[in-house]
């Protein structure tokens, strides 16, 4: 039985929380990570630039030999995942669906928090995919949070106070009970978010039910740990040295691409 | 007499701070502003990246016909200047000398203080710039103040917080009477830092230094008001709206353009 090699994609070193999951829950294949760590990040970007990056990008992975492809940037999946999945001849997955699943399945009271860059809000993918699903989404930019997390203020006051800033009227009573994680950087963020938002809200993070979603396509195993290689855009230093608080493991080898010349 | 035309580049809008400060003290010239927001942010990239990225910018500007360049850039002034310079047949000027002349110039305790972005402070650029004009320098990494800028939070508390706690410190007494705003975003938070560093400080804006330097290099002028085109590598729009917060004025004709094909 051959172990199929998974290609994870993301901007930068935030798809890691990703690629941390489905090392977790699907060790039965081995695996490419890319960051398109020059050109990061595209929260801010147009449909247009996002499109072209991205697809870029995973058409590098398809040529590494990827056999199935992880759309694991938010903001990649809400502008453009459709022209993403068809630029390549194996199959797509992205996080907006599966982490809809996992908010609709949380919730009792049907109505949602999504919190996740510029780019995805103004694209009301979540809203839509969650609409489909039956529950009520208000979408909220949290443009300061992955800039937090990169400074590594995880737990500190000034997070919190614009934690609070951002959340504030969004969990009145009677109301939404499920706040989704749309940012592949916002895992790092759970434990202050848990203090912020009230305990009757549950905390949906994209990169679980992702690799969730991986799993059930997937099945058996030779029992052996997965191989993982890493591409990166910009300096493999950098991404090294950022990549290992995401990923929560180290990271070797990581290998530099220019997809621009 | 032929009116000089200028070349003003920057990663994105920030070098409009640049612009606005040559507009008023360089009525004489007309201007072509190219930001590369497809790829921005350059503070926290590589040498070899943001290097690669701005020699693309600025030879697209010298073949539509700047006579002259002014690099608005911070980062890549720091980290790759005299490649920027030599890539191009036309005279360039960054901001970091200006910058250091000004300061230098204001500073009597020969002690200053310099924010900036990360790729800035990392290359030390100011301080050596500093330290040849005799004025001993810190360097103190900023990363939060782009994003809280590009959020609007111009005048906010959680601004201030994060000034405080990046400043904490570093103007003791008998110490440094100079700030010097080591980045194009900062300028706008001129009137907040105000408020946290001590009123014996002088806060050094390289933008103004920068076309103050221009304006010695040119003199006469037909009275004509300056003619100025703008260019960017991400949306039009976008750049419209950011752009015009950092102008203080109407911005109109951007034209998209693609360095990567």
Redesign the interface.
């Known amino acids: 039985m051959t172990r199929p090699l998974i290609g994870v994609f993301d901007s930068g070193v935030g798809g890691l929380t990703v690629l941390n999951a489905l090392l977790r829950q699907v060790s039965t294949a081995d695996y490419l990570y890319f960051g398109d ?3 990061l ?1 595209y929260g ?3 449909v ?2 996002v499109a ?1 990056y991205a697809i870029s990008a995973v058409q590098f992975l398809e040529q590494q030999g990827a056999e199935r492809l992880v759309v694991a940037c938010n903001t990649a999946c809400a502008l453009a995942f459709q022209r993403i999945a068809s630029s390549i001849h194996v199959p797509a997955l992205g996080v907006i669906e599966p982490g809809a699943d996992a908010g609709a399945a949380a919730s009792h009271t049907k109505r949602a928090v999504v919190i996740a860059t510029e780019g995805t809000v103004s694209s009301h993918a979540y809203r839509d995919a969650l609409t489909e699903r039956g529950v009520t989404a208000v979408e909220k930019a949290c ?2 949070f ?3 997390v ?2 590594g203020w995880l737990d500190h ?2 997070t919190r ?2 934690a609070h ?1 951002y959340l504030e009227g969004l969990f009145d009573s009677h109301g939404p009970d499920t706040l989704i994680l749309g940012c592949t950087h916002y895992p790092l963020l759970k434990p202050l978010l848990r203090t912020v938002v009230p305990p009757r809200v549950c905390i949906i993070d994209s990169a679980e039910a992702t690799a969730a979603a991986v799993r059930r396509d997937l099945a058996g195993g030779d029992g052996r740990r997965p191989n993982v290689r890493f591409f990166a ?3 493999i230093e ?1 991404f090294r040295r950022a990549g290992e608080k995401f990923l929560e493991r180290d990271i070797k080898d990581v290998v530099h691409v220019d997809l ?1 010349t």
Chains 1, 2 share one sequence.
């Open positions: 760590t020059a050109r990040p801010s970007k147009s247009e630039t072209k443009p300061l992955v800039p937090l990169e400074e006051e000034v106070h614009v800033i855009t910009d300096s950098k621009e």
